[in-house]
């Protein structure tokens, strides 16, 4: 069946997407939330890997941006559960460490994007308008 694609055209001609935010740092979790939802989508929290995973498994989530260096669960935890339940939805890793071997970790684990923090406004923007493929 895929991703749901009931999207609604926001004001600036923008697909308006459902995502999931999970990111234990509440200066960027808030920060991310305030970007998106201004951007006209729809947003959820979490607040550690396990609130994370459970968000997943139970919503409709078109995106998760996900932190890697979550407390209770990892981020890589978390993106290979959702790929072992088959669960169709975008999966972006977020982090502050950007060696090779983090990304490789990160495309291993499940999933679809790799992105280091501080992520730009208008970066953050294009990828959750055209959003990658997934790959997993």
């Known amino acids: ?9 926001t ?20 920060a991310l939330a305030a970007l998106l939802e201004f951007d006209g989508h729809e947003i959820d929290l979490a607040v550690d890997g396990k609130a994370g995973l459970d968000a997943v498994l139970n919503g409709r989530y078109e995106i998760a941006l996900v932190d890697l260096a979550l407390p209770r669960l990892s981020g ?17 890793a977020l982090t502050g460490h ?16 790799f992105v280091l923090k501080p992520v730009s406004p208008q970066a953050l ?12």
Do not use: C, N
């Open 76 to 92: 890589y935890e978390l993106a290979r559960r959702v790929r072992d339940t088959g669960k169709p939805i975008i999966l972006i």
């Open 1 to 9: 069946m895929g991703i749901a694609r009931e999207q609604q055209e």
């Open 98 to 113: 950007g060696l090779y071997r983090d990304e490789e970790a990160a495309m291993e684990a499940g999933f679809d994007a």
């Open 125 to 136: 923007m294009a990828l959750v308008s055209d959003p990658p493929s997934r790959t997993h």
């Open 11 to 30: 004001a600036g001609g923008v697909k308006k997407r459902r995502l999931l935010i999970v990111e234990d740092e509440a200066d960027t979790r808030w």
